[in-house]
């Protein structure tokens, strides 16, 4: 299911993006892209080449020229970019399809709270994660399950208790980031796993299970 993030009309008139070449600018674009896809986390180069079916070589060269730009900025495993916590909102790829889904089967929806208007400058964020904080905690898998549930009309999993920190720390030891997109994705694409099907067996703690995580990693349950 493809996602959708804010680009503001006045990002073309800033000093920052003028300066870019074409080739640059593209790569700019297609690396928001790939981080609404990750929450905000752009991956490495290694798994970047294979996303944008780039050579190594000219996507770390473009890549480069956008981290001295201050457009992308380096973490200790990967990247993010510049100010995107402040310019997407977490409704923005949310609170519209859970919308559509519960009108479709006549479900009540209550109705968001107002968010303040984002900045829309290109100025530095305040502070930046730790150094020594890794690029994927459970809170990260947290949150993307609970989108999720979200988007299906499941019931959001209200706390990450330490059972399951410690279920989330086991796959995260054992999975890179595109396996956990990859399940998410089946998740969301299967009719069994949905739901759809009259079993509802599909719950967090059932899904992170090992044996369970890699048979929906394998396709197991598949269309």
């Not at 009108?103 to 984002?118: D, I, L, Q």
């Not at 502070?127 to 947290?142: G, N, Q, T, V, Y």
Request: proline share 6%; hydrophobic share 35%; aromatic share 10%.
């Amino acid at each position: 299911m493809a996602l959708w993030f804010r680009f503001y009309s006045d990002a073309m008139r800033h000093p920052k993006v003028a300066q870019l070449s074409d080739a640059e600018f593209r790569l700019w674009v297609e690396l928001l892209a790939a981080a609404s896809d990750n929450d905000g986390y752009i991956p490495p180069l290694e798994s970047l080449k294979h996303v944008l079916k780039r050579r190594l070589d000219h996507l770390s060269r473009g890549l480069e020229g956008l981290l001295k730009a201050s457009l992308i900025d380096p973490l200790e495993v990967g990247y993010e970019p510049h100010g995107w916590s402040k310019r997407q909102y977490k409704s923005d790829t949310s609170t519209d399809r859970v919308k559509k889904f519960r009108e479709k089967r006549n479900v009540s929806v209550t109705a968001p709270e107002t968010e303040t208007e984002p900045e829309t400058d290109l100025e530095p964020k305040g502070s930046c994660p730790s150094s020594d904080e890794p690029a994927l905690r459970p809170e990260h898998i947290f949150e993307r399950w609970n989108e999720t549930a979200a988007t299906l009309g499941k019931p959001r999993v209200r706390d990450l208790t330490p059972e399951r920190r410690q279920l989330l720390k086991a796959r995260i030891a054992q999975y890179a980031l595109d396996d956990f997109l990859t399940v998410f994705g089946k998740i969301e694409g299967s009719a069994f796993l949905r739901g759809d099907t009259g079993w509802r067996g599909c719950a967090f703690d059932w899904v992170f299970k090992k044996a369970n995580f890699q048979k929906i990693l394998e396709g197991n349950y598949d269309e």
